[in-house]
């Protein structure tokens, strides 16, 4: 980021790589598909609570997100869901096809 400003990314589904065993035990569910496939249930599975709250998820390696560089990404932009107010804007962003989103694009 350049500048002085602030930012972040909202992120409200992803595709679980490690401690799966544990985020199952955490949504009491098995379908690996469903663990990590909305806001609620991403929150559950990783234990995110309020100690979390304006965390820099970049300062420690054990929280930062990477990108598998051997996978190519195809990232598509689609409508948001499930809300009314500026639903039209195409603010969503998933990975075509990706079976962890709730609806897949």
């Given at each position: 980021?350049?500048?002085?400003?602030n930012?972040?990314?909202?992120?409200?589904?992803?595709?679980?790589?490690?401690?799966?065993?544990?985020?199952?035990?955490?949504?009491?569910?098995?379908d690996?598909?469903?663990?990590?496939s909305?806001?609620?249930?991403?929150?559950?599975?990783?234990?995110?609570?309020?100690?979390?709250?304006?965390?820099?998820?970049?300062?420690?390696?054990?929280?930062?997100?990477?990108?598998?560089?051997?996978?190519?990404?195809?990232v598509?932009?689609?409508?948001r869901?499930?809300?009314?107010?500026?639903?039209?804007?195409?603010?969503?962003?998933?990975?075509?096809?990706?079976?962890?989103?709730?609806?897949?694009?």
């Amino acid at each position: 980021m350049k500048g002085n400003e602030n930012g972040f990314v909202l992120i409200r589904a992803l595709e679980p790589k490690r401690g799966i065993e544990q985020m199952k035990k955490r949504r009491g569910l098995n379908d690996v598909k469903r663990l990590c496939s909305g806001p609620g249930k991403l929150t559950q599975a990783l234990n995110i609570t309020n100690r979390h709250h304006e965390m820099d998820l970049c300062s420690d390696p054990r929280y930062c997100f990477t990108l598998n560089k051997r996978t190519s990404a195809d990232v598509v932009a689609d409508k948001r869901i499930g809300i009314t107010r500026s639903a039209h804007y195409p603010w969503r962003f998933t990975l075509r096809g990706s079976p962890f989103v709730s609806r897949a694009v």
